[in-house]
T-cell receptor
Framework: DTEVTQTPKHLVMGMTNKKSLKCEQH?????MYWYKQKAKKPPELMFV???????INESVPSRFSPECPNSSLLNLHLHALQPEDSALYLC???????????????FGDGTRLSIL | QKEVEQDPGPLSVPEGAIVSLNCTYS??????FMWYRQYSRKGPELLMY????GNKEDGRFTAQVDKSSKYISLFIRDSQPSDSATYLC??????????FGTGTSLTVIP
């Protein structure tokens, strides 16, 4: 079992639906990330939160909306998605050391999202 | 030129073989060098990482970093069928961005 917990594990939604992906970590990490991964490809960065503030948005379409309610939780709100958005969505977290360097990331097992 | 290059394989070896996985990179500012293992339908699992240069050993796994050549390696000794997975290298300069290789698919045949 990973120390980063993602729910749900699977999600099927229509293009008009609104849903949310959730991620939780209790390792005290202060950086949290959302990635998108397509089959046989490496993870592709979407968003980074550092100390609960959005620090990187990799030009992600507005139909994806991240939220970091506190240092342990990360959400990804989904609305009006397209079939090409079907993928594995991974959450990761990492410690930030005293020199403000991001330590290696720990990943959850992802949410497998299918858009009908 | 990509930040990180990794041979995608696939790589197929008999059980008990020594496996060598490699990545090259172009950014001399990278300080953290990581290896992840990803099983099908699972998230990447952090196997090992090194900070700056040198070697690190953990059981059957050895990670090496050669900063002068901008080359990192992961060696797996006495490979087992349970090692069959995709191995991803990743690197960062300590900032928010982590740069991944494309992953190498490994199959260990019993």
């Amino acid at each position: 079992d990973t120390e980063v917990t993602q729910t749900p594990k699977h999600l099927v939604m229509g293009m008009t639906n609104k849903k949310s992906l959730k991620c939780e970590q209790h390792m005290g990490h202060r950086a949290m990330y959302w990635y998108k991964q397509k089959a046989k490809k490496p993870p592709e960065l979407m968003f980074v939160y550092s100390y609960e503030k959005l620090s990187i948005n990799e030009s992600v379409p507005s139909r994806f909306s991240p939220e970091c309610p506190n240092s342990s939780l990360l959400n990804l709100h989904l609305h009006a998605l397209q079939p090409e958005d079907s993928a594995l969505y991974l959450c990761a977290s990492s410690q930030v050391d005293l020199g403000f360097r991001n330590q290696p990331q720990h990943f959850g097992d992802g949410t497998r999202l299918s858009i009908l | 030129q990509k930040e990180v290059e990794q041979d995608p394989g696939p790589l197929s070896v008999p059980e008990g073989a020594i496996v060598s996985l490699n990545c090259t990179y172009s950014n001399s500012a990278f300080q953290y060098f990581m290896w992840y293992r990803q099983y099908s339908r699972k998230g990447p699992e952090l196997l090992m990482y090194t900070y700056s240069s040198g070697n690190k050993e953990d059981g059957r796994f050895t990670a090496q970093v050669d900063k002068s050549s901008k080359y990192i390696s992961l060696f797996i000794r006495d490979s087992q069928p349970s090692d069959s997975a995709t191995y991803l290298c990743a690197m960062s300069g300590g900032g928010n961005q982590f740069y991944f290789g494309t992953g190498t698919s490994l199959t260990v045949i019993p």
